[in-house]
């Protein structure tokens, strides 16, 4: 049955939820004016308020969301495993769902990343990359690897090594002196190509100044770690899969590990499983999370080459990767990370969604022909745009008017995106666009 509250209860709700819950990356006076959104039940696309009002999440629900909200065919995988194991440690013991989830995984990643360390959110998995990544250096007689580079505007999460290597001042600012400082090289981001310079032109120019930068500082980095195609937080900057084909190759000349965050792009964000498919080359690590359980359950997973895994093999204790969490490699989780991948071989997911991605991208047109709209840009599932001249404080008009048209909107400064869960219908899609349009025509 669904729960209806009154007026009264709703807002005594969210006073309940306001004196009792610190909401993440929220200032939270801001809820002074603006409220909360009470969820009480999800369904497909759409999420459910307390009132039956409905909301589009054309977010994912934070990137996290590939086939619906309560999809019966994860619900009924994760019911199962509830019936024969909720949790075990992870050290000293093993289960099914993570032994089946990591020879799965071993099959679809690019060739050679046959070995899965588990963690549970996306910047734990980045924590144990960068970890690892000195670690295996330290292991191999060059201990001085302890640097790490990454790109301007990378968003790698926000523990303190992940931090280290995210490029949001927003975030890093009140940290800095907790966190190690590392160099960041140029962003292959087209958007800041030169005029009449191709996007990937403008790749292999920033790639050149990746390979100025690790010949003269290689000695003291031990890896570099990029969001393949697709830098999200930095407003869904895209850019050309040549960056990522020249820079494993620079890597390798210099002796540094390429670590490739797909937390955000991979389970078939960009078009392919992975991101990395579409630069034909295979990275030291690839870290995975939010898409990986459909986005039901906190896993992440880094995977990782045979070359650094036997570094870590041997005799004496110390030598190996003595890093854990409590909820590492959780078998419900791992179960619904089991049950995403099925929907995948099962829908052919990845066809489906080329072809959704090109009905979109035609019935975006009068979005991408709007006079204030600019850059109109699509990788895969992922489409962004700025808008000009808008008005103050856009963002936050933008999400308060989305929601009175039944979107759930979440620009990032001005730049408006949709990166919907992958069972977005036709009909879906055309309210999205065209109240989108509504809303952008009020506020520019
Ligand atoms: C590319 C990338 N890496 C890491 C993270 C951090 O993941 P989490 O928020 O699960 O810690 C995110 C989250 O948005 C991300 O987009």
Redesign the pocket.
């Given at each position: 049955m669904m729960l209806r509250m009154s007026a009264n209860a709703n807002s005594d709700f969210l006073a309940r939820s306001i004196s009792a819950v610190w909401h993440p990356c929220t200032q939270m006076k801001r809820h002074e004016t603006l409220p909360l959104v009470p969820i009480s039940r999800g369904e497909g696309i759409w999420l459910y308020d307390f009132d039956g009002k409905r909301y589009l999440d054309t977010v994912s629900s934070?990137?996290?969301n590939l086939f619906g909200h309560c999809n019966p065919r994860i619900n009924a995988a994760l019911t199962d495993q509830l019936g024969k194991l909720e949790h075990v440690m992870l050290a000293g013991f093993t289960h099914e769902p993570v032994v089946s989830l990591s020879e799965r995984l071993r099959e679809l990643a690019p060739a050679g990343l046959g070995h899965c360390f588990y963690g549970?959110?996306?910047?734990?998995?980045?924590e144990i990359a960068l970890k690892m990544s000195a670690h295996y250096w330290r292991n191999n007689g060059k201990p001085k690897k302890t640097q790490f580079l990454s790109l301007q505007n990378?968003?790698?999460?926000?523990?303190l090594g992940?931090l280290s290597v995210t490029d949001v001042a927003l975030f890093r600012d009140a940290y800095g002196a907790l966190i190690q400082q590392n160099a960041t090289v140029a962003s292959p981001d087209w958007r800041d190509a030169a005029n009449g310079e191709s996007p990937e032109d403008y790749a292999l120019r920033c790639a050149a100044a990746l390979d100025a930068h690790l010949q003269q500082h290689h000695e003291d980095i031990a890896a570099f770690i990029i969001?393949p195609l697709i830098?999200?937080?930095a407003g869904m900057a895209m850019y050309h899969a040549s960056y990522i084909h020249q820079a494993r190759k620079i890597c390798s000349r210099y002796g540094v590990h390429l670590i490739a965050?797909?937390?955000?792009?991979g389970m078939g964000r960009t078009g392919t499983m992975f991101a990395c498919e579409q630069a034909n080359i295979v990275p030291d690590f690839i870290?995975l999370?939010?898409g990986i359980t459909g986005g039901y359950l906190?896993l992440?997973i880094v995977m990782t080459t045979d070359e650094i895994y036997r570094a870590f093999y041997a005799d004496e204790t110390a030598r190996g990767f003595l890093h854990s969490h409590s909820y590492t490699g959780n078998p419900l989780a791992c179960r619904a990370a089991l049950a995403t991948l099925d929907i995948f071989a099962q829908d052919d997911v990845l066809t489906t969604n080329r072809r959704k991605a090109a009905f979109l991208n035609r019935v975006a047109q009068p979005l991408r022909a709007h006079p204030n709209v600019r850059n109109f840009r699509n990788t895969g599932m992922v489409w962004a745009f700025e808008v000009a001249e808008p008005h103050a404080d856009f963002a936050q008009h933008c999400f308060s008017l989305g929601l009175e048209h039944e979107l759930l909107l979440r620009p990032m400064g001005n730049t408006v995106y949709f990166m919907p869960p992958y069972i977005i219908t036709e009909e879906e899609m055309e309210l999205m666009v065209a109240r989108t349009l509504t809303i952008i025509d009020k506020l520019t």
């Open positions: 934070w990137w996290v549970s959110d996306g910047a734990s998995a980045t990378s968003y790698h999460g926000e523990t992940a969001e830098q999200g937080a965050d797909e937390i955000a792009v870290l999370s939010k906190p992440s």
